[in-house]
């Protein structure tokens, strides 16, 4: 039954050390040089070829990515002075319109003072010769009453 | 009668008992390299069938055996270090499949019903030539690592902090394959006593538990050879500043 034959009475036991040691070991270097040709040769291969692809491809999108930045930042400045360019633009034109709109109300301003001005003179003018004729006429008629007033002596 | 005799056929546990090939004047236990050269094997047939068609984009086996391989380089990364740990990787990583296969491979195929006339089937790593010679294996490798990375300063090692170290170091190099061989080999053994006898004793259920245990612990124990391999390597091939 139950047979716990340790040191085993006629032969073997469990510390029964023989052949089977190095034939063992033997096995066992024979197992790594089969498995590294079949199993770990050609695995790394393909998972570091793989490693490889990945991190090439990660450092490419990074180049990329950066690049990106870059040209974002420059757009970001040609898109500052493009804007400040129009604001430049647009306060000179403003400025510029504002200059003529005073030139052209100066202008206007002075016609307006020289006719005002002309058409006062006539005024005076004509105000004179209407009271020349006025006092003119009288004298006339001054003239006129006091000789009907007074007859001739 | 018959319940009674079927138990025992099933349950009885023999220890120490070998079957014994005869080859000129030399011999050898046969049951070890039967199961081993089955688990091999089957190992061997499942890495040929995985890496028969590789392809960049891992599919159903390759993926696991990918996995397999990674798990197997972080180990030796981790333990050996950058440096040298690919010339070092294949016998790490066949000393923890050996070793795993064996373990997995005792536990779960039921070996008993394969009768043999002296001895019985069981996990090569039960027996103590397997794991010596796996030991030794892991001794000669470190002194090879050390020697060849290093030449003879390969041996400032064992005066490293002061000199009082020597003969403890010397001592380690005897420790190591003990403690690496009887620590599985004992594991392993124990495992499938207790199986043994609880069977033996409570054929149903009862064991199950325990079988799972030793499932753990088989897995353990491989990890735990290989890990140590991998840490001597290390340790010799380690410069000192």
Redesign the interface.
């Known amino acids: 039954?139950?047979?716990?034959?340790?040191?085993?009475a006629t032969?073997?036991?469990?510390?029964?050390?023989?052949?089977?040691?190095?034939?063992?070991?033997i096995?066992?270097?024979a197992?790594?040089y089969?498995?590294?040709s079949?199993?770990?040769k050609?695995?790394?291969n393909?998972?570091e070829?793989?490693e490889k692809?990945v991190s090439n491809n990660i450092i490419e999108a990074k180049n990329k990515l950066s690049e990106v930045k870059k040209l974002e930042a420059d757009l970001l400045t040609q898109l500052q002075s493009a804007r400040t360019e129009a604001q430049r633009i647009v306060s000179e034109a403003e400025h510029e319109s504002d200059l003529l709109y005073k030139e052209a109300l100066e202008l206007a301003n002075n016609e307006a003072n020289a006719s005002k001005e002309k058409a006062r003179l006539e005024i005076e003018s004509q105000t004179s010769v209407a009271r020349d004729q006025l006092s003119k006429q009288a004298d006339d008629l001054s003239e006129l009453i006091v000789n009907r007033l007074i007859p001739e002596k | 009668m018959f319940f009674n005799s079927l138990l025992t056929n099933f349950a009885a546990l023999e220890v120490g008992q070998h079957l014994y090939w005869q080859i000129g004047n030399i011999r050898l236990h046969g049951q070890v390299f039967l199961t081993s050269w089955i688990l091999l094997g089957a190992l061997l047939v499942f890495i040929s069938l995985g890496t028969k068609k590789m392809e960049n984009d891992p599919k159903g086996l390759q993926n696991l055996l990918e996995f397999l391989w990674d798990y197997i380089r972080d180990l030796a990364r981790t333990q050996i270090g950058e440096k040298v740990y690919r010339d070092w990787m294949p016998f790490i990583g066949t000393l923890f499949l050996f070793v795993f296969v064996s373990n997995w491979g005792g536990a779960l195929i039921p070996w008993r019903l394969i009768k043999l006339p002296s001895g019985e089937l069981g996990a090569p790593t039960a027996d103590i030539n397997t794991t010596i010679a796996l030991a030794l294996l892991v001794s000669l490798s470190y002194f090879y690592a050390g020697l060849s990375n290093k030449g003879w300063r390969y041996f400032e090692y064992y005066v490293h902090p002061t000199p009082i170290m020597l003969p403890f170091k010397i001592l380690e190099d005897f420790t190591k394959p003990l403690s690496l061989s009887f620590r599985l080999f004992g594991n392993i053994l124990a495992d499938e006593l207790v199986v043994g006898v609880l069977v033996f004793l409570v054929p149903l259920i009862l064991p199950i538990p325990v079988m799972f245990l030793g499932l753990f612990t088989s897995a353990i124990q491989a990890l735990i050879f290989a890990t140590l391999a991998a840490y001597y390597i290390g340790e010799a091939v380690e410069e000192h500043h």
Do not use: C, H, S, W
């Open positions: 039954m139950l047979a716990l034959n340790f040191f085993g032969e073997g036991g469990l510390f029964d050390i023989n052949a089977t040691l190095p034939l063992m070991a096995q066992v270097v197992l790594t089969i498995l590294n079949l199993f770990f050609p695995v790394g393909i998972v070829k793989r692809f």
